[in-house]
């Protein structure tokens, strides 16, 4: 194996069926194939759709990849898949093609941790992570802060969401103003045209709880617009649809911007990485530029924050250069997978360690 790996990725936690092809920290390829369309209908993912959009999707997206990068699947050094946390269902599409692709090659399969990678894939962008550093992941499904001293192993949660995601409240607010799904870009469009200042929404957690004060919580924020949109429409009042999304939007980052300064200063952490579909959001990062001055943000480019392959490869090729071993036969899929644990389980280990299982 040369000193620059080539791993292929493999991330079907939602649904997004993403491929990519890294060497070292340079990204060859990166193929995507969303079912957005489809779940758009129902107005949210719905786990089986997402399942049978990642069965229908695969082999095509993997020819693009290969096809993108000029190589041959003969020349993958290493495979990486996301195992966990995701919809199980649609987990189990990836790990099952990776682990067939991993036997019919004879490669090593590494089962990678969705958090972790969404971390990970800076490295493809800004080159290795400053560690220690401090982690804000907000997307649809996750809102966390993460202490990160080894990205491949030594990973700690701070605080993180104990209802609503960013994203998921981003989505139900959208909802609500009658948006398409999903409902983040949209509300980010919208508010560039409102008022922020126009209504006061909560800042969630925001108190001088010790207990909770690096948590985050968006299912009161979005009662608020609720009980905002019924006393506007009882009133017979028009609804200021872009007030409204602006409001609603800096009220989240806010909360999120806020919370992540303060786990920078509590671990004396200089360096903060933003990764997951909001971190895509521009007010997000229009707020971090003017108030996390005395930080190194780093936030990849939006394609990259979204779920894609990029980053389970970029993890998986950190895996290898740092001599982790791969995870053995049988990695399976774990919907609740703790980013305490990296990678998947490690041959020769009878139960849980820290960083694996």
């Known amino acids: 194996m040369s000193h620059e790996p080539l791993v292929l990725g493999i991330e079907t936690s ?5 491929v990519a092809l890294v060497r070292g920290r340079t990204l060859l390829a990166d193929a995507v194939a969303s079912s957005v369309d489809e779940q758009a209908r129902f107005g949210g993912v719905v786990p089986e759709v997402a399942s049978r959009a990642h069965l229908e999707a695969f ?24 195992s966990g946390p995701g919809l199980v269902g649609a987990l189990l599409v990836g ?10 090659l004879e490669r090593p399969v590494y089962g990678v941790n969705h958090l972790a990678a969404h971390v990970a894939v800076d490295r493809l962008v800004h080159g290795d992570l400053p560690e220690p550093a401090i982690a804000l992941l907000v997307s649809g499904g996750h809102t966390s ?5 080894d990205v491949t192993l030594d990973v700690t949660p701070l605080g993180e969401t104990l209802d609503d995601a960013a994203g998921e409240a981003f989505d139900k607010v959208a909802r609500l103003l009658g948006l398409p799904f999903p409902g983040g870009p949209h509300i980010d469009r919208i508010a560039t045209d409102g008022d922020a200042s126009a209504i006061d929404f909560p800042r969630g957690l925001m108190s001088h709880d010790a207990e909770h004060r690096l948590d985050f919580s968006f299912s009161g924020l979005k009662t608020a617009v609720v009980r905002w949109l019924k006393a506007q429409a009882e009133s017979g009042e028009a609804i200021p649809t872009a007030d409204v999304a602006a409001a609603f939007q800096e009220a989240v980052v806010d909360v ?24 895509a959001n521009s007010r997000l990062r229009s707020v971090l530029s003017e108030r996390a001055t005395r930080l190194d943000v780093r936030i990849p480019p939006a394609r990259l924050c979204t779920d894609n392959g990029a980053m389970v490869a970029a993890l998986g090729a950190a895996l290898v250069e740092r001599g982790r071993p791969p995870s053995s036969p049988g990695i399976g899929a774990d ?7 990296v990678t998947a389980r490690r041959s020769g280990l009878p139960g849980p360690a820290p960083g694996i299982f």
């Open 14 to 18: 939602c649904d997004e069926t993403g």
């Open 59 to 82: 082999d095509a997206t993997l020819d693009r990849a290969t096809a993108e990068a000029g190589v041959s699947l003969a020349d993958v050094d290493a495979i990486a898949v996301t």
């Open 95 to 104: 790990v099952s093609a990776a682990e067939g692709l991993a036997l019919a």
């Open 145 to 149: 802060l993460l202490r990160i001293d």
């Open 256 to 279: 999120l911007v806020s919370k992540a300064l303060a786990a920078c200063a509590d671990e004396g952490i200089s360096t903060l990485v933003v990764g997951g579909g909001v971190a």
């Open 335 to 341: 919907s609740s997978l703790p980013v305490t644990w």
